[in-house]
T-cell receptor, first 114, second 110 residues
């Protein structure tokens, strides 16, 4: 049982390049999330998806787009990467409404934009 | 808007020295308050969910409590392996966001 899987684990981009971070979960969860983590800033919500076919902005959505491809997969796209997007990105999933509402996290993608 | 504030930012304790971490929150109806542990280079690991004021949960040397405005993570007789960043998060009724605090970095000295 893999839980939440993120790819890639590491990536270096040049300013202006684009890329997509992939996330897949095998727990049949309805909700999925993308966070970024910077030193001293905790986890900040970029976008979330409450169910297949819906997405909503979080605390820091500028410069990002997302796609909820199906119930399992939620991708994060950087159209034109900037050095300010250097961060560690975490994907998470949860099942609201059930007995256990906590989110489960992937191992993260460490992104450097030069 | 839902908000979470954790204190202190960092805490250094001697092995065996008990203490508490604080998580103050404002939320439009609480569906759940979560505590996570995060080790360097890894994703957050779930510890506890608290749903209503007065609730308490325990796991080994950790005990989490909840009031209407804050939660505490009590660490009793900690060991060096308890060193980590502890994160608090809230899940409100207004939407499906899970909002995190900035965390407390805990270092237990042998």
């Amino acid at each position: 049982n893999a839980g939440v899987t993120q790819t890639p684990k590491f990536q270096v981009l040049k300013t202006g390049q684009s890329m997509t971070l992939q996330c897949a979960q095998d727990m049949n969860h309805n909700s999925m999330y993308w966070y970024r983590q910077d030193p001293g800033m905790g986890l900040r919500l970029i976008y979330y998806s409450a169910s297949e076919g819906t997405t909503d902005k979080g605390e820091v959505p500028n410069g990002y787009n997302v796609s909820r491809l199906n119930k399992r997969e939620f991708s994060l796209r950087l159209e034109s990467a900037a050095p300010s997007q250097t961060s560690v990105y975490f994907c998470a999933s949860s099942q609201p409404g059930g007995g256990n509402t906590e989110a489960f996290f992937g191992q993260g993608t460490r992104l450097t934009v030069v | 808007e839902d908000q979470v504030t954790q204190s202190p930012e960092a805490l250094r304790l001697q092995e065996g020295e008990s203490s508490s971490l604080n998580c103050s929150y404002t939320v439009s109806g609480l569906r759940g308050l979560f505590w996570y542990r995060q080790d360097p280079g890894k994703g957050p690991e779930f510890l506890f969910t608290l749903y209503s004021a007065g609730e308490e949960k325990e796991k080994e040397r950790l005990k989490a409590t909840l009031t209407k405005k804050e939660s505490f993570l009590h660490i009793t007789a900690p060991k060096p392996e308890d060193s980590a960043t502890y994160l608090c998060a809230v899940y409100g009724k207004r939407d499906d966001k899970i909002i995190f605090g900035k965390g407390t970095r805990l270092h237990i000295l042998p």
